[in-house]
């Protein structure tokens, strides 16, 4: 069972790791909007820019 | 100074001169709270940045947390299993690595707890957050102390599990909040910054091009002023109330209303700021700007409802600080008897009670409810104005309504044309049409809305008789269109009525005008003030719920009687003037009856100011000066069934909320004394338990019943 002082150490590690991955997925804002993407590819991107007609 | 609690906003009054703002901001981070001047993109940036905090706090929390309880099962099984020997070694460097995931745990996920709870303590006032934090902290100095000595238990799994479910309920918390505050940030949100301003084109310019000539500017629609004419294109929002003036369109109002077809909208129409203006650009005289908006005026109604806390709110928020105090002190007298008795499992006795008593889900119960059902309601377009307004309505009664522009749109329209000569029905409506062409009357509207195919008759030697009738040649031939009275006086041609002779059914429905000339009878024009849709359903929807409806009218008797019988009201008064309304409710309400009044508000202010739930139709005059707990913003009068059933829902999940808050404390806080339950329980019994509130209370958000 000495092998666990050595695999626990590498757990935390990896724990960090993950935890990092975890807050720059979060600040990058992948979390904001749960639903919406499931959408973009419905959403056409072909309108012409708002000119107004007169 | 008013504090808005779901909002999260305080509206501060001050002199400038006597005291920077910057002082009133200090001050307040002072009290440990953070403040900046109102901004909607602001808050909705403070919202994403507090969720993505929240969220990393709950997923650093779970992360760790799994660490921590994985190794908890490592250290059980070794105290379980003695087949197999833990050595001693094993078991210390479990702990250190367990009290080592533990730490950011505490300090970063739960940081919120300590914050909030030590903030409270310097305000000398006692939240759910301070027994919680003592938990926290003894469970943790009696763990790390037993890991360095190598004595004694750990509980490092059961602070995880508490943080961690915690964290859940109140980002739960948070989201329906959110949730509440979503359709009235929408509100805030529509309003265009800029307008396109015309400036007509000079006098000497002629009348071609109309368009052309005129300037259109785009400026800041802050700088609008009633009379301003703006062009608003298809696709844009409108900035302020207004009038069309020119252009045919369709406008979406279903923001403020909650209707979702496009309302058509010609010349003569008014707008509301905050619609969408959907096909064709229209010309609009602007009527008011700012803060005298429609929008704004419910805005503002809104917000001032919501700052009035709820009865239920206050007294449980009083309850619950004398609570904590309770359980501090429960605490206390179990952990030292559980000391003298049992010293090796004292610690985790005192950690349970802590935790286990901790007030949560009945902090939580009331205003999760009140900001779901709110929420839910104005999606629906009823405004809830009142705090307190929704437990009446859901305990009321009787329901009085008032007839004209409630009950019935206020608008006439043709019923019934008795011919009396040869001509067709069609010609007879052109001609009363041209006679009517330049009223503006209700009943011209009526007629011209009835024949409204086909050119009007040119006519000449037009006189109007206000509230009589009309005269005007047409081709040569006079023609006389009005009262019974009116054209007996013009012509002689119909006999003098007796006032009780005229007790036809026709009569009691709407009113009559003849279209006569010189010598004939041309026809009669029934003209009824139609009821609106929806009433019939409402009626017999109150009528199955064993509701008493009574119908309250300053029209005579007869005809409100008429009314309320086809309808089915259990009982029809007319005759009332808007003192006799007072009194007759007031006598009600002296009785002890739960009494809802629906009116529009016009003539019925002062009976809607007395009575305990007042309802009052949206297209009523100012709506700033309604005393009306509820509004229909839409003015349809089915949304009082469905604002009932919800009332009576939001009651529904009310008491269950109290009832399971309650009831948890009152079966856990025995069994933690006596040591039964473990901390790891209690931290998951008592998140659990505020869990369950606020889903509870989500429930209300959720349900759409068939609109």
Not at chain 2, 34 to 59: C, D, E, S, V
Not at chain 2, 169 to 177: A, G, H, I, K, L
Not at chain 2, 342 to 356: K, M, R
Request: proline letters at 4%; hydrophobic letters at 50%.
């Amino acid at each position: 069972m000495e092998v666990l002082y050595l695999l626990i150490p590498l757990s935390l590690l990896l724990v960090l790791l993950i935890a990092c991955l975890l807050r720059w997925a979060i600040r990058s804002g992948q979390y904001d909007d749960l639903n919406g993407p499931a959408y973009r590819i419905v959403m056409d991107d072909d309108r012409p820019p708002d000119k107004e007609i007169d | 100074m008013v504090v808005n609690y779901s909002t999260h906003t305080a509206e501060v009054l001050w002199q400038p001169a006597r005291l920077p703002l910057s002082h009133i901001l200090a001050g307040i981070h002072e009290l440990g709270f953070q403040a900046w001047p109102f901004h909607h993109k602001q808050k909705a940036l403070q919202q994403t940045q507090a969720k993505r905090t929240a969220l990393l706090h709950i997923g650093s929390a779970a992360l760790f947390g799994m660490q921590v309880m994985m190794i908890s099962i490592g250290l059980y099984f070794g105290a379980w299993n003695m087949a197999w020997d833990m050595d001693a070694d094993m078991q210390r460097f479990l702990h250190w690595v367990a009290m080592l995931l533990t730490v950011p745990v505490m300090v970063y996920s739960g940081q919120s707890f300590f914050i909030n709870a030590w903030r409270d303590l310097k305000n000398r006032s006692l939240s759910m957050d301070v027994p919680v934090v003592l938990g926290l902290t003894i469970a943790f100095i009696g763990s790390a102390l037993a890991t360095v000595s190598g004595r004694g238990e750990v509980y490092f799994d059961s602070i995880c599990v508490l943080i961690l479910l915690l964290l859940i309920s109140r980002y739960f918390e948070f989201q329906t909040r959110l949730d509440a505050n979503r359709h009235l940030e929408k509100l805030y949100r529509v309003k265009p910054d800029t307008a396109n301003k015309i400036t007509p084109a000079p006098a000497d310019q002629t009348d071609a091009d109309q368009t052309d000539a005129n300037q259109i500017d785009v400026i800041p629609a802050i700088k609008l002023q009633p009379g301003d004419l703006i062009l608003v294109y298809a696709g844009e929002h409108i900035p302020v109330d207004g009038v069309v003036m020119s252009g045919d369109s369709a406008v979406d109002e279903a923001l403020l209303t909650g209707e979702a077809r496009p309302v058509t909208k010609k010349a003569g129409d008014a707008l509301i700021a905050g619609s969408t203006n959907m096909y064709a650009p229209l010309t609009v005289e602007v009527t008011a700007v700012g803060n005298n908006t429609r929008l704004q005026q419910i805005l503002r109604l809104i917000e001032q409802g919501h700052q009035q806390k709820p009865r239920l709110t206050a007294i449980i928020n009083r309850f619950a600080g004398g609570f904590v105090m309770a359980v501090i002190l429960i605490a206390c007298v179990t952990g030292v008897y559980w000391y003298l008795h049992d010293a090796s499992s004292w610690l985790g006795v005192t950690i349970a009670v802590l935790v286990v008593t901790c007030p949560c889900a009945l902090s939580l119960a009331t205003p999760t409810a009140y900001t779901a059902a709110n929420n839910a309601m104005l999606g629906r377009g009823v405004a809830v104005l009142g705090q307190n307004v929704l437990q009446a309505l859901a305990a009321a009664q009787v329901f009085i309504f008032d007839k004209t522009g409630t009950l019935t749109t206020g608008e006439m329209q043709v019923s019934g044309l008795t011919l009396f000569s040869g001509l067709s029905k069609a010609h007879c409506l052109k001609l009363a049409a041209s006679l009517e062409a330049k009223s503006d009357h209700q009943i011209a509207r009526a007629i011209r809305a009835a024949a409204d195919h086909g050119e009007l008759l040119p006519t000449c030697n037009l006189v109007n008789h206000p509230g009589a009738g009309v005269t005007a040649k047409i081709d040569q031939c006079h023609y006389f269109l009005g009262s019974a009275a009116f054209i007996n006086r013009q012509t002689g041609l119909l006999p003098e009525q007796d006032e009780s002779a005229g007790d036809t059914l026709d009569e009691t429905i709407g009113m009559e005008v003849f279209l006569t000339t010189s010598t004939a009878v041309l026809c009669a024009i029934g003209l009824e003030d139609y009821p609106r849709p929806g009433v019939g359903a409402l009626v017999s929807y109150l009528n199955a719920q064993a509701k008493q409806t009574i119908l309250l009218s300053g029209d005579r008797q007869r005809l409100v009687v008429a009314i309320g019988d086809k309808l089915g009201f259990d009982e029809a008064i007319g005759a009332q003037l808007p003192e006799g309304k007072l009194a007759y409710l007031q006598e009600k309400i002296d009785r002890g009856d739960m009494v809802v009044m629906v009116g529009d508000g016009i003539n019925d202010a002062p009976a809607l100011a007395v009575s305990p739930v007042s309802i009052a139709m949206g297209n009523g005059a100012d709506i700033s000066k309604l005393n009306a707990d509820m509004i229909l913003l839409n003015s349809d009068l089915m949304q009082i069934t469905e604002a009932h059933q919800l009332a009576r829902r939001f009651v529904r999940v009310l008491k269950q909320n109290i009832l399971w808050a309650v009831g948890y404390n009152l079966l856990a806080l025995p069994l933690a004394i006596a040591g039964i339950l473990t901390p790891w329980l209690a931290a998951i019994g008592m998140s659990v338990s505020s869990l369950i509130v606020v889903l509870n209370s989500t429930r209300l958000a959720r349900l759409r019943t068939t609109a």
